[in-house]
C-alpha cells in the first residue's frame, strides 16, 4: 500500500494532465489534489486517462492511455513503483459498459468518424461535433457523412492531399515507435484527424481504438484457424497502437480518449468466448448487437475497411513510394525518409 506522503520541505508541485474518475464519478481537479496530498492510497482506484505529477511521485492510469513519463497503470515514487493503479469498478453487461464509458468522456471533444460501426456508435452515445478525413472522394469521407446524417451529427470532412501526405511524412517517422508501412499508414491517418481536431479548437478526440481487438474486427479473423489466440495476441498489442497513435495526436496539440479502452468495456469485451465475436461470416458481432440499439442495422451491421484504407492513405503512399523510385516497396521508401530525414 502507497503510504500517505510526507511533505518535505519544498515546494509541493502538482500537475495533472486527462481526466480521473472514482467509482464512476468524474473528480474535479481541487479533488484530484486533495486525494494526492492527504489520502494518496486512494489513487490505486482511480480510473480514466490521466497522468500525476505530485511531490515526487508521478502515476498514470491502469492502461497507458493519457501519455505520461512514468510507467503506465503505476504510482512511482523516488523511482520506485509503490502501487499498481488498478480500478475494479462493479461488472456491467457490454451494452452498459459501453455507454458509461462515452458517458464519462463526453462533456467534451470531437468524434473522429469514418462511418463503420466503432466510431458511429462513439459518436451517437456521445453526441458531439464529428470530424472525417480522407482524400477527395475516399470511402469514409463519403461514409462519415452517410453516418453522420443518419445519426443527426455535424461533421466536418477534411480533405487530405497528396503533398500534405508527402509533407507530413517525416515528421510521423520521426515520433511512432514502429516503422513498417501499417503503421506508418495508420498514423498517417492519424496524423490528419489530430490535425482538424485542432483546425477546429478542440484538444480532446473521441475514437474508436481498441474494437476490432476487442471484438473480432479485422477480415482476416473470419479465416484464420486460431481466432482466440489471435484476438490475444493483437489485444496485447494495443499498448503499442497507444503509444503511436497519441504521439501523432501529440504533434497537433491534441490527446486522443478511448472508450473501448475503458477498463470495464475491456472486461466485459475479454469474457465474451472468441467464436461469439466472429461467427457465420460477421466480425464485431457482439459489439453490432449493442449497436444496433442504438442506429439502423445499415450501420449497425456495415463492414467497413480500416482507416488507412478507407482514407485512400495508404494507396496515396503506395504511389509515393513509386514516385520516389520504390516500386516494390514501401518499407524501403520508408527507410530512404529515416535516412535523409532522420539520419537512422
Not at 492510469?61 to 480500478?87: Q, T
Not at 500534405?164 to 484527424?193: G, H, M
Not at 496485447?236 to 497537433?252: F, G, K, Y
Amino acid at each position: 500500500m502507497l503510504v500517505p506522503y510526507t511533505i518535505r520541505k519544498v515546494r509541493y508541485v502538482f500537475e495533472y494532465q486527462g481526466w480521473i474518475e472514482l467509482d464512476g464519478r468524474r473528480l474535479t481537479r481541487d479533488e484530484v489534489e486533495e486525494i494526492t496530498r492527504t489520502a494518496p492510497e486512494t489513487i490505486r482506484r482511480f480510473g480514466g486517462e490521466f497522468a500525476l505529477s505530485f511531490g515526487d511521485c508521478q502515476a498514470r492510469d491502469h492502461f497507458g492511455i493519457c501519455p505520461g513519463h512514468s510507467p503506465k497503470g503505476a504510482v512511482v515514487c523516488n523511482g520506485e513503483v509503490r502501487c499498481l493503479v488498478n480500478p475494479d469498478p462493479a461488472p456491467q453487461p457490454l451494452a452498459d459498459a459501453i455507454t458509461t464509458a462515452v458517458a464519462l468522456r463526453n462533456d467534451e471533444g470531437i468524434t473522429a468518424l469514418s462511418g463503420g460501426v466503432d466510431s458511429s456508435l462513439v459518436a451517437v452515445l456521445a453526441q458531439r461535433e464529428c470530424l472525417a478525413v480522407g482524400l477527395a472522394g475516399s470511402h469514409d469521407l463519403l461514409r462519415a457523412q452517410h453516418a453522420a446524417h443518419l445519426l443527426n451529427l455535424p461533421c466536418t470532412s477534411v480533405v487530405v492531399t497528396p503533398p500534405e501526405i508527402e509533407a507530413a511524412l517525416p515528421r510521423v517517422l520521426a515520433v511512432i515507435p514502429v516503422k513498417d508501412p501499417v503503421n506508418t499508414s495508420i498514423a498517417l491517418t492519424q496524423y490528419f484527424i489530430a490535425r482538424g481536431a485542432h483546425d477546429l479548437g478542440y484538444d480532446r478526440i473521441l475514437t474508436g481504438q481498441g474494437a476490432d481487438e476487442l471484438f473480432g474486427g479485422y477480415a482476416r479473423y473470419l479465416t484464420t484457424t486460431t481466432l482466440a489466440d489471435d484476438l490475444t495476441r493483437d489485444v496485447a498489442s494495443l499498448e503499442m497502437q497507444v503509444i503511436r497513435d497519441q504521439s501523432v495526436a501529440a504533434l497537433h496539440t491534441t490527446r486522443l480518449s478511448m472508450p473501448y479502452m475503458d477498463i470495464r468495456v475491456v472486461r466485459a469485451a475479454l469474457a465474451i468466448p472468441a467464436e461469439e465475436k466472429v461467427k457465420d461470416g460477421k466480425r464485431k458481432v457482439p459489439l453490432r448487437r449493442v449497436a444496433a440499439q442504438y442506429m439502423p442495422e445499415e450501420l449497425a451491421g456495415y463492414g467497413k475497411k480500416a482507416m488507412q484504407y478507407g482514407s485512400g492513405i495508404w494507396g496515396e503512399l503506395k504511389k509515393l513510394a513509386r514516385k520516389n523510385g520504390y516500386k516494390t516497396s514501401v518499407q524501403d521508401y520508408i527507410d530512404q525518409i529515416l535516412r535523409v530525414e532522420h539520419g537512422h
